[in-house]
Every structure is written in structure tokens, then in C-alpha cells.
């Protein structure tokens, strides 16, 4: 061959493969690929993301990065993370790839009990599709991975398999859109799409929506609502998919937007409904929306509740067959009668249960109009269809038998379905049918304690952040479903479940809800949908589980507590909330859900106890710092005029509240160190013959403010055994003062009475002798409660209630606790011979608690009324005294403790 014609073929080869680079640079690489056209149709859900720092750095400050890590999935994508940066020797160098690309993330079924995700990245400059070329090469040379190639349909797929499991991911590099999965069939289905360009991707329905575009957007969630139950049924029971299918049928597909907020994750967007004939949609289309108003006999006990808002609920009930015998024909007319007059609201009612092996109970509850009338057309069914006239009482409500198959169905609807032989109880202008008696026995006992919705705080917090009117309502509580998903779950998946319990139960309150449009009868209309997953707000502690079994909780501060746990009333629940401090001296606010409401950074440690002020215009909390006193009110704030400043000098060690007598400046008595006393009111009044009042001896406990038929009585008790009485202006009341005759180191029992000479106040002196006097002065009793001797330390222990008392006796290792009378109650022998403070408790007859703390190995020791030790043993406690209140309903009682940092509530059954 001569050389001008090797010249002239080597010059048409560049010239062609010139042409054909600029071909492809301008007619192919030039037309971006959109990623969506590229997910399988059968994805469930189709995550799309794009400012991946942003993202991340989202989930840390929501706390839900922890969470998420704790998964194993995401532990293995950290794994093959780590895998990545040590390939490539670049810290982090996934995050900086994936930067502000827009990254797709499908959920695909891939068996009957399997799914599998597809990823899809696009690869941006010649610089990245090296970083990955750099990525392959090396696992290439690494002995414990398996790299191979395969032609596909024209596309060169790769296989990366770890050589000891087979496991690992398939690839292919679609002009530079980057498309793997854990499947390769996954993969190969994308090349099947590539071949059919003219199909419709998954999101043609919001071709016109680019939620990423918004402002705070996290990330956009597409879902296939056809599709969800066959991704459900890989997780949840057989028995489970009819109920999952007709609730899924109200749309056919949806897209929402992602915002990171806090204490929550939201999800806003749209959803198409859907246009099957046997749909769910189809029977609620242009029905009127409605509020949750059932709220009020919904029991917090509620697992899950499926609500649906309409006109009639005829529109529910499937065509009505032939009847099939002479009962059926009979109960129709009665039937329809009783449907007529359902209407507005109907729900289906999962109730928490014990254990995962216990059926959880189910309720049908429905709003009728004319109860009176629907109680007769119960009435008539039941004597028509033989069942029993007995009934159940609950509280103020009965419990019937129906006598009829599967009721609910008949009047609401397929949805409704698993009614064999149904019990019915009515609560006002609602209707509720059980599967038993016992499930509404079990709903009736909280709806007759006010233990529902619409009392409790934190549910009408959670009801206030969902849309007012919707059709249809999905509303789960995390921490009350947790045995009923347990249950539904197929045997495969709950191990799984166990493991990432602490995900689900991260956010413990979860709404989906569709709103329909206006135009409703338009063409093109659509449902407005938000999903709401909410926590407690983030605050200075975090709950976990007390002990490895799951019983009892905990909340974890940052900083170690340092006062003893200070129970305080709230109203409509069925636990107290409780205040500490920490050793920053923080004052925290901890509600009976178990979270930080408040905090409030104080100068100096709690002097003394927490007192609630319940009434008059100084509501609140009020205590003492050394040189401040406080009055916060119910969020944490600071009182007009206060704290008050006590003088520079003073160092307070005592604080008592005047009794609430209707006067609308309560008097504070504060004690100052040095047997001096101070007493101002709640305006910061000083009074001057209380600046201070100076007694010769120090107190033996903190002074008792009393008023008797209007006059103050304020009683000073002093160690020397001597005892005071002083009026407001600090003049000594006759008869004034006495003595017992030895020494005391604790305060009096008050018996009030109308005048003085009938008040009596009893004390125990070091020689065992209980004294009462009268506040003119007299004695007018004394008995020895027991033998004393040189070491001994006796003690009067008031209950809570300042109602009766008990009387401790310390001698070294050894504690006695006696009754009035002398009778010993019990005996304990410890190791340290310290002084053990003492708790008496008591609730009600047959209802005591003696607690006895032992600082030294931090040590709290209870017995119940017969002396017996509850749990047999001694609880840990770090805190000079434990909480305890009793809740009636449960006959249970709820233990609080601080040990270090974590506050620890325990739920105790005495014998």
C-alpha cells in the first residue's frame, strides 16, 4: 500500500471518528437524561434527594442520624462507605460525590418476601467517572471481592461480589447516569426500559411539580399507592392485606415534599385518586370532609386509627345481596333504618395490648345523629335474632350483644370487616362495636376515667399540628402499637423490627391524611395528602429504655442531677410531671410523657423543696436559692417581681409558704442561716420585726406557718428543746415559749383546730417522748414512744398529706420506725451509720410506703404497709429522697429516682 493512501485512510478514520465524537457530544450527550424515565414500573417508592450536606446535617440536628445508624442496612452502607475512602485514601469522598446531584432511590418487590433498592447518580465531569473507574480497579485487585462484566441488551453491566458471602451490587453507566442495586434484576430492568423510550415514567403524572425547587425541601417522596400493598404484604400477615387494600384504594399515586422541622418530619404533597371501580375512592368521591371529633372517646390507649369523614354512611355499604333465609329478610328493613342515621364519621379503632401473643382489641366506632333512635333499632335486632337482653355495665355505660354476623360490615362497609358475633356500647352520639365484650370493656374503662384524646395535652398538641377537615385519617401511636405490629408482622420480619425499635419508635405520633379539593368534579383534580411523623421537641435529656428488657423508662441528661425528684400534680393525666436540677443548676420540667417541657438556669442549688402555689394571681412554683427566692409559673418564667433578693449577708436555708387562706399576697418565711429568720410576701413586702428575728439557738427544722380563726401563727422549734410561737409582726404569743425538757431535731405534726387553745402540735424529743401542746401554751400530753440512749436520733415523719405520721428512731446502723402509739412498724440494719432520711407515704387505706435512703451506697429501700420489702430488694437512688405517686386505675405505683443523669420512672405493684 503506498503511502499517500495510508495517509488518506488514517485521515479518514480521525475525520470519522472526529465526526461521530461531535455527533455525540451534540445529539446524544447533549440531551440530559431524566432519571425517572429510567425506574422500573413497578417501584413503591421513588426517594429523590439532592443537597446531601444539607441533608445530613438535618438529620443530625432532628436527632434522627442516630437513630438511623443504628439500622443495620445503614450500618452496612457506613461499611461499604468506609470501604470507599479507604479505596480511594480521601476521607468522606462519597458525601463530596454525591454533593448537590439529584440522586434517585426506588423500592422495588423482588419476591414474596423480599424488596431491593435501585440507585441511580449521575456522574458530572471526567474527574468523577475516574473516582469510579479508580473504585473498580481496586476492588479488582482486592482478593476478597469479585469483579465481572456482561453484555445486556447492549449495555455493559458490572457485577462487584464479596468472594466469602456473594453479596454485593450490579452496575451500569448509562451516559453517565450511574444505575446499580443490591439485584441485578433490577438493573436488567432498566436496560429492558431503555429499549421502549416512548413509555411513561413513574412520575408522569407530576411532570409539571419539582418540589426541590422549593425552599427547606429535603427531599421528594413518590409513592405507588397500587403497588403499596404488595410491598406490605412482604412484612405484614395474609389476614392483614384486605383492610390494607381497601385503605390504599382511596389514590392511585402521590408525591410529596420532605422538610426536616425539628421535632417532626413532614411531608406535604398531592395524590391522584384512583379510578378502579371497587375502590374505596369510588364510593367516597365528592363526600363531604369532616374534623375528628370522636377525639373525645378515642382511649389513649389507641394503637392505630383508620377515621373516615363523609355524609351518609350508606355510601359505604356494598349493593345489598338477595337474602339468603327469612332472618336475613327481616334484619334488612332494621338494617337500613340503623345505616340511615350513621353519618359523618366512621373509624376503625386498634387498641394497644400487653404482649405480642395477645389479640389486640378492635373497635367499629360510627357517629349517629338520633342515638335514642339507634338504641331501639339495636334493641329490636337483638330480640329478633334471639340474643340475650343481659348487659355489662361499665362505669355509666352497657355493653349489649347484637345477635348479628359481622354488623359493622353490613352498616359500614368491606373496610369493616372481622365483626363475627359483635358486642355494641353507645357513649354519647357514638356507636361502638367489639369483636368481644371485653375489647369494649376494655375502651369503656379509659372513656369512663377521661383517659381520651381530647383531655390529654400531648394528643391534642399532635391533633392541632394535623389539617382540621379530611377525608380519611391515618393516625398510628408508635408506643401503643409497638405489640399489635409485632403481631401482624410474618414471622421473618420481626427480628428485623426488634432490631430497629428504636427507629420506630422515634417518632411515637404519625398522621396521614387527604384532604380533596374544591373542584372535586374536575378533570385533573387532586387529593392534598401530608404525612406527619412527630417526636417530643428536643430538649436537655433524652428517653431510653431503664433496663435491657424494655421495663420501665429513663431520661438521660447531659449533666448529672442533683436534687431529689419533686412530683407535681397535672391535671387530666394519670402520672405527675417532676422537677429537678442538675448540677449546673438547671431547673428542668420533665412532663408525665416523659419529656423536658422547660428549663430554667437558676443562680445557686434548690434550698429546701419545690412548693406549688394553685391559686390567687402568684400561681406557680416557689423555692429558694441562697440568696433568691423564686416563683416560676407554668412554662418556666419568672413571676412579675421576682425572684425577690434577699440580703447580701444572708444565706437562706429554709423557705415556708403561709397557708392559702384567699389573702392574694401569700407570706414567705425564710430561714437564714444562724437561727435568723426573714419574712417577706409575695409582693416583697418586708415586714420589720422579721428583719431578721434573731433566736438564741439554732432551728431544729424549718419554721411552721399556720393561720388559726385568722390570725398567723408562725411556730419556731429550736434544738435546745425550746419552742416558739410568733404572730406576723413577731411579738410571742402567751403562754410562750415552752419547753419538752430535751433536745429536738425535727418539726411538729399540726392538728388544726379553730382557736388556738384547740390546735394541737405534737414533736418527739431525743428522750422518745412524743409531746402535744396547744397554741396557748399548754402541754396536754406526753408518752415515751420508745427507749432512747446517748446515740439515739428521733424523728416526727408526717405523711405527704400532713395527715398522720410516723416516728423514726436512728441509732448507728440501725432504723425503727414506730406508730403514734409505740407500735413498731419495721426494723432495718445498715451498713453505714450515717443518718438515712426518711419517707412516709400513704394513699389511701391499706395504701403505705415507708422509703428509707442510704446515702453512702445510694440505696432507697421500700416497704409497704405489712413491712414487706417491694421487689425484694433495695432500688439505686442518688438523691436524698425517691418519688412516688398511685394511680387508682391500674392499681400501680410509679416510682421516680435519679441516679447520676438519668431520671428513672419504674411502675411497682405492692403485695
Not at 407554668?634 to 434577699?646: C, I, Q, V, Y
Not at 429568720?677 to 424549718?702: C, H, S, V
Amino acid at each position: 500500500m503506498s503511502q499517500k493512501l495510508l495517509v488518506f485512510l488514517i485521515g479518514l478514520l480521525l475525520v470519522s471518528a472526529l465526526g461521530s465524537y461531535v455527533y455525540y457530544r451534540r445529539a446524544v450527550a447533549s440531551v440530559p437524561v431524566d432519571p425517572w424515565s429510567l425506574v422500573p414500573d413497578d417501584a413503591v417508592f421513588v426517594v429523590a434527594t439532592r443537597d446531601h450536606a444539607t441533608l445530613v446535617r438535618h438529620l443530625k440536628e432532628t436527632q434522627l442520624w442516630d437513630n438511623l445508624t443504628a439500622v443495620r442496612y445503614f450500618q452496612q452502607v457506613e461499611e461499604h462507605v468506609g470501604l470507599v475512602d479507604s479505596i480511594t485514601g480521601t476521607p468522606n469522598v462519597v458525601l463530596r460525590f454525591l454533593g448537590t446531584k439529584k440522586v434517585l432511590t426506588s423500592v422495588h418487590v423482588t419476591g414474596k418476601r423480599t424488596f431491593d433498592v435501585l440507585l441511580q447518580v449521575p456522574i458530572g465531569s471526567v474527574r468523577e467517572y475516574r473516582q469510579v473507574r479508580t473504585l473498580v480497579d481496586g476492588l479488582t485487585r482486592d482478593p476478597h471481592y469479585q469483579v465481572s462484566t456482561r453484555e445486556y441488551l447492549g449495555e455493559q453491566l458490572t457485577s462487584i461480589r464479596e468472594r466469602d458471602t456473594d453479596e454485593g451490587v450490579t452496575f451500569f453507566n448509562y451516559r453517565n447516569h450511574l444505575v446499580l442495586s443490591a439485584s441485578a434484576p433490577l438493573v436488567e430492568a432498566v436496560v429492558q426500559r431503555l429499549q421502549h423510550p416512548s413509555l411513561p415514567s413513574v412520575a408522569a403524572d407530576f411532570q409539571s411539580t419539582d418540589f426541590l425547587q422549593l425552599k427547606d425541601v429535603d427531599a421528594t417522596l413518590l409513592i405507588n399507592y397500587r403497588r403499596l400493598p404488595q410491598f406490605l404484604s412482604v412484612f405484614f400477615r395474609p389476614e392483614a392485606q384486605p383492610g390494607i387494600s381497601t385503605v390504599t384504594s382511596l389514590a392511585r399515586n402521590g408525591q410529596f415534599e420532605m422538610k426536616l422541622a425539628g421535632n417532626k418530619v413532614v411531608f406535604n404533597g398531592f395524590a391522584n385518586p384512583e379510578t378502579a371501580r371497587d375502590a374505596l375512592q369510588q364510593r367516597l368521591r365528592l363526600q363531604p370532609t369532616q374534623r375528628l371529633r370522636m377525639a373525645e372517646v378515642l382511649s389513649l390507649r389507641t394503637a392505630m386509627l383508620v377515621h373516615l369523614g363523609l355524609g351518609p354512611v350508606q355510601v359505604l355499604r356494598p349493593a345489598r345481596p338477595a337474602a339468603t333465609d327469612s332472618l336475613d329478610q327481616q334484619n334488612q328493613p332494621l338494617l337500613d333504618s340503623l345505616a340511615a342515621g350513621l353519618r359523618e364519621e366512621a373509624a376503625l379503632c386498634y387498641l394497644a395490648t400487653p404482649s405480642a401473643r395477645i389479640r389486640p382489641a378492635k373497635l367499629a366506632l360510627v357517629y349517629c345523629a338520633n342515638p335514642g333512635k339507634a338504641a331501639i333499632l339495636l334493641g329490636q335486632l337483638r330480640r329478633q335474632n334471639g340474643a340475650t337482653p343481659a348487659f355489662e355495665r361499665v362505669g355509666p355505660y352497657q355493653i349489649y350483644q347484637t345477635g348479628v354476623a359481622e354488623l359493622p360490615a353490613q352498616l359500614l362497609g368491606p373496610l369493616f370487616r372481622g365483626f363475627a358475633l359483635p358486642a355494641v356500647a353507645q357513649v354519647g352520639n357514638y356507636l361502638a362495636f367489639g369483636e368481644e365484650a371485653a375489647d369494649l370493656r376494655l375502651w369503656l374503662t379509659d372513656v369512663a376515667a377521661g383517659e381520651v384524646w381530647s383531655r390529654s395535652p400531648t394528643q391534642v398538641a399532635f391533633l392541632q399540628e394535623t389539617q382540621p377537615l379530611a377525608r380519611m385519617r391515618v393516625l398510628i401511636d408508635t408506643r401503643n402499637s409497638w405489640n399489635v405490629l409485632l403481631r401482624g408482622l410474618v414471622e421473618e420480619r420481626r427480628a428485623g423490627l426488634l432490631r430497629n425499635e428504636t427507629l420506630f419508635q422515634r417518632f411515637p405520633q404519625i398522621a396521614l391524611q387527604f384532604v380533596p379539593p374544591a373542584n372535586e368534579a374536575e378533570p385533573g383534580a387532586q387529593y392534598f395528602t401530608q404525612l406527619v411523623l412527630r417526636h417530643p421537641a428536643i430538649g436537655p435529656a433524652v428517653a431510653k429504655p431503664q433496663s435491657a428488657n424494655g421495663t420501665g423508662v429513663a431520661l438521660a441528661f447531659k449533666t448529672p442531677l442533683t436534687s431529689a425528684p419533686v412530683l407535681v400534680p397535672v391535671t387530666g393525666a394519670r402520672v405527675p410531671g417532676v422537677l429537678v436540677q442538675d448540677n449546673q443548676q438547671v431547673l428542668h420540667y420533665v412532663t408525665p410523657d416523659n419529656v423536658v417541657a422547660w428549663s430554667d438556669s437558676l443562680p445557686g442549688p434548690l434550698v429546701g423543696s419545690v412548693q406549688r402555689l394553685t391559686t390567687g394571681p402568684a400561681q406557680g412554683y416557689l423555692f429558694a436559692t441562697p440568696g433568691r427566692v423564686h416563683l416560676l409559673d407554668e412554662s418556666g418564667r419568672e413571676r412579675p417581681d421576682f425572684p425577690l433578693n434577699l440580703p447580701d449577708s444572708v444565706q437562706a436555708s429554709s423557705l415556708t409558704i403561709s397557708p392559702v387562706t384567699g389573702r392574694l399576697a401569700p407570706r414567705l418565711l425564710v430561714g437564714g442561716g444562724g437561727g435568723n429568720l426573714f419574712l417577706y410576701d409575695t409582693n416583697g413586702r418586708a415586714y420589720p420585726g422579721w428583719q431578721p428575728k434573731r433566736m438564741e439557738f439554732g432551728l431544729a427544722a424549718p419554721p411552721q406557718y399556720l393561720v388559726i380563726g385568722g390570725r398567723d401563727v408562725i411556730v419556731v422549734l429550736l434544738e435546745n428543746g425550746y419552742i416558739y410561737a410568733f404572730d406576723e409582726q413577731g411579738s410571742v404569743y402567751p403562754g410562750f415559749p415552752i419547753s419538752v425538757g430535751a433536745r429536738l431535731h425535727s418539726g411538729a405534726f399540726v392538728e388544726s383546730g379553730p382557736t388556738l387553745r384547740r390546735t394541737r402540735l405534737t414533736v418527739v424529743s431525743q428522750h422518745g417522748e412524743r409531746v402535744s401542746f396547744t397554741l396557748s401554751g399548754e402541754i396536754v400530753g406526753r408518752n415515751r414512744v420508745a427507749t432512747w440512749s446517748r446515740s439515739s436520733v428521733f424523728g416526727m415523719v408526717p405523711d405527704q398529706a400532713q395527715r398522720r405520721y410516723v416516728i423514726a428512731r436512728q441509732d448507728g446502723g440501725h432504723l425503727h420506725l414506730f406508730e403514734p402509739t409505740g407500735r413498731q412498724l419495721l426494723s432495718q440494719s445498715f451498713v453505714t451509720s450515717g443518718p438515712k432520711p426518711v419517707q412516709f407515704l400513704s394513699f389511701g387505706p391499706g395504701r403505705d410506703a415507708y422509703v428509707l435512703t442510704e446515702p453512702g451506697p445510694h440505696k432507697a429501700y421500700i416497704y409497704d404497709t405489712q413491712g414487706r420489702l417491694v421487689g425484694g430488694q433495695p432500688f439505686d437512688s442518688s438523691a436524698p429522697s425517691v418519688g412516688l405517686s398511685y394511680d387508682a386505675g391500674t392499681n400501680t405505683y410509679q416510682l421516680y429516682r435519679i441516679i447520676g443523669n438519668e431520671l428513672r420512672r419504674t411502675v411497682l405493684k405492692f403485695n
